[in-house]
DNA sequence: AACGCACTCAACCGCGAATAG
DNA sequence: ACTATTCGCGGTTGAGTGCGT
């Protein structure tokens, strides 16, 4: 019988993201936000798969996020956490802000990884490439960490995630009670990628004023922006 | 200036997990 | 309990770019 695809792979777009399909992504969500990202090319007139959208949203759009090289500190603590998570890059961006998975990876795979070789150290396991390899070869097993890990996904299991909705959403941004969420305080709902409030907006508008588009403005995005903008205020 | 190689990173693919019916 | 559907994750690819020759 076999999976069925993702998507209509008849008239989907792929490749590049333009500057126009960006903007209707990112004013749609911030709009409406996304209920069910299967949906979102439709509604938001994009002939696009809604796993593109999602990703194009989550790697890229999200007004939250740091641009540039991992800071020495944020390598770090990549490091550091690589050790204990291994290759479980979107638990290990979860303790990154503003930093992605998919950021995190390329990140690992195109310098970290190098610089842990050249300094003798196993990118996979964390220990001195000759000896993890004789010691963890002989135990039948070449590949896996012989490191101590402590689950941090577990040390948090109570840290329960929220499924938010466009409407829920609205509804806390409505009521003072949001910033009593255990780990919203003064940011807004992570996983929606929306840090906090006028910052963020601001960083949308700079960027689409890079891509020249002058014109784009708070008021593109609806009464929902405003309410937003409001937000990070006390 | 032209070419080839190496590198980067946005985007895609396929799979497993979670959820709905 | 089972099947279908959707989502999210990790691995991989390939276009774009920079650099050396």
Redesign the pocket.
Known sequence: ?G??P?CDKLGVK????TAEEDKKLVTFILTYGHC???AVPKLAGLRRC???C???WT??LRPDLKRG?LDEAEEQLVIDLHARLG?????IAARLPGRT???I???W???VKKKLIKMGLDPVTHQPLKKQQTESCSQGSCTNSSVAITPLSEANSTEKEQPLTSQTWMEALQDDSWSNFPTWGSEIYSDFGLYSSEDSLNRLLDYYKELGDEDFELGSLGDFSKQLVGIGED
């Open positions: 019988m999976r069925q993702c792929k490749g590049p993201w069910c990202w299967r809604g796993k593109s999602r990703l194009r790697n890229y090289l290759n479980r890059w979107s638990k998975d998919n950021e990876k390329n990140h795979n195109t310098h």
